[in-house]
């Protein structure tokens, strides 16, 4: 399918006037091959060249040196661009980019009209692939009232509805809820399987490429590391030294085996390890701990004694409809109430479509809310005469999609942004910005390059530097590690954790991934159709698995670990959400 030779691709950087200042090589020397019907898997850390090597597969791109072969073709012969774009099919990480019908099925027909495919044929590819998706039902549909899961599959059907032989996904799932990951991993496996077409998927989620043939590792352009999955996975030591991690199954594994378990080596699923803990001698007591219960919407959790209600933001039944009064009329918010004191850790998740984003986008003023209020310090935030511009110097919103929010002609000049509006003096900007920057782990050599000359996931670090150097007392990150490699995403996290422990700062995490907010808040929020579902400690929530995932979500990979074993007898506590947790509970029944 792909026969790539000692490829090399180089980026140029130019000034103003067009002269070369500077050369990356962004691929070097990379040689692979991918036989049809292979499920392949790339990873890498963010800039490691994963992107751009997916780019060249359909043409995109074309390298600098080496040779690039699709099926027989080489993308550097201008007259088989056509069919090579025709054979490879590219489904990149924000679906949006790729939408642009306003009906499902029309978008789907898109494709294969530009191919010059007869219209009767293209009703039956359209069809076709919107039942291979399981989108079928939603083909008179305006994309724009989907899901993001949703919507990730439509771009699955319109390039599967150009016959392609093989499927490049480029983070696909990095934007979407545990239930949208699903279903898109879902279909690329069942068009592998059933279709037999190839597909090769880059991913950050380790737990998605379990299943694949073979998985290559890229470092700063190069392939360092390739075998299948249980072999890669087995590298788990090599694997963080190169920024990445491995499912929480064998990192769970890896950590019991080195306090003396005697376990396999490479194993990759909960159900593996599962199978390999019974068979050790273990005091099993039979009996599971009690869970914990999450309070309700109308209690939320709060630190000991009586909140500070003016160091504190109160949601005061708090509704929003977007397009209020017209046939378009949706309710994206309905009767929220909550307090959050003053320096918490709040995790706020749920489904796409389930209200966090028009939720924040109250608490700096950029929705006004249909009914109720919020009160920050004490003060209503939508009162006439409350400032605005004080309101946003306080409470920093980090968009879900960083390009939002960059605009400078380079990095530094867009983090100076914030600070230089609040009206401090050059010096004390720069120095912010500067600070800031190094917070997030940029070298100062990527200051003045432009922000979209940069990739997803160090646009999301200028994006949080820009924030951070306002100096908020709340900061609010809507998805801040989608787009990030594992070790960037604990960096962010670290970061944040830190700065919210010696600031007092307040921070409020909206993110799809559990282990992230398993691992860092302290309390999490579950909204689900616009409403307050669950509010708890991290313990508490993650013991409604059945309504979690009948609201799109999960629990993180370790707790249903633990909630396996238990079905097995092992008696372990309920409530377990992190990797040590787990350890600790299991070695405890050895006595180790």
Known sequence: ??????????????????????????????????????????????????????????????????????????TKEEDKLMKIRQTTGMVFQNPDNQIIAQVVEEDVGFGPENLGVPTEEIWQRMEESLKAVGMYEYRKKSPNRLSGGQKQRVSIAGVLAMHPKCIVLDEPTAMLDPGGRREVIRAARALNDVEGITVMLITHYMEEVIHADHVYV???????????????????????????????????ADRLKKAGLPLPDGILSRKELVEELKKLPMNRSGKAGRPGKANSPEKPLS????????????????????????????????????????????????????????????????????????????????????????????????????????????????????????????KEVELRAYEALKKVGFDDDSFYVSPFDLSGGQKRRVAIAGVLAMKPDVMILDEPTAGLDPKGRDEILDLIKQMQKETGMTVILVSHSMEDVANYVDRIVVMNKGSVMLDGSPGEIFTHVSELEEAGLAVPEVTYIVRDLNKEGFGLPEGVTTIKEAADAILALTGG
């Open 1 to 74: 399918m792909f026969d790539i030779k000692n490829m090399v691709h180089e980026y140029f950087r130019r000034d103003e006037e067009g002269n070369v200042t500077g050369i990356t090589t962004a691929v070097d020397k990379v040689s692979l091959q991918v036989a049809p019907g292979d499920f392949i898997a790339i990873l890498g850390h963010n800039g490691s060249g994963k992107s751009t090597l997916a780019k060249h597969l359909n043409a995109i791109l074309y390298p600098s040196e080496g040779t690039v072969l699709v099926d027989g073709m080489d």
């Open 303 to 426: 630190p000991e004694g009586e909140t500070d209600q003016k160091h504190a933001i109160i949601i005061d039944h708090l509704s929003h409809e977007y397009e209020s009064g017209t046939a378009m009329a949706v309710k994206a918010l309905s009767d929220v109430s909550l307090t959050i004191p003053k320096g918490q850790f709040v995790g706020l998740i749920g489904h796409t479509g389930s209200g966090k984003s028009s939720l924040i986008q109250h608490l700096n003023g950029l929705l006004k809310p249909t009914e109720g209020t919020v009160y920050i310090d004490g003060e209503d935030i939508f009162d006439k005469d409350y400032d605005l511009k004080k309101l946003r110097s306080r409470v920093g919103l980090v968009f879900q999609y960083p390009e939002h929010q960059l605009f400078e002609v380079d990095v530094f000049t867009d983090v100076c942004f914030g600070p230089k509006n609040l009206g401090l003096d050059q």
């Open 218 to 252: 890229m470092d700063h352009g190069k392939v360092v590391m390739e075998g299948t999955p249980k072999e890669v996975f087995s590298r788990v030591e090599e694997l963080q030294k190169l920024r990445l991690s491995v499912p929480q199954s064998t990192l769970l």
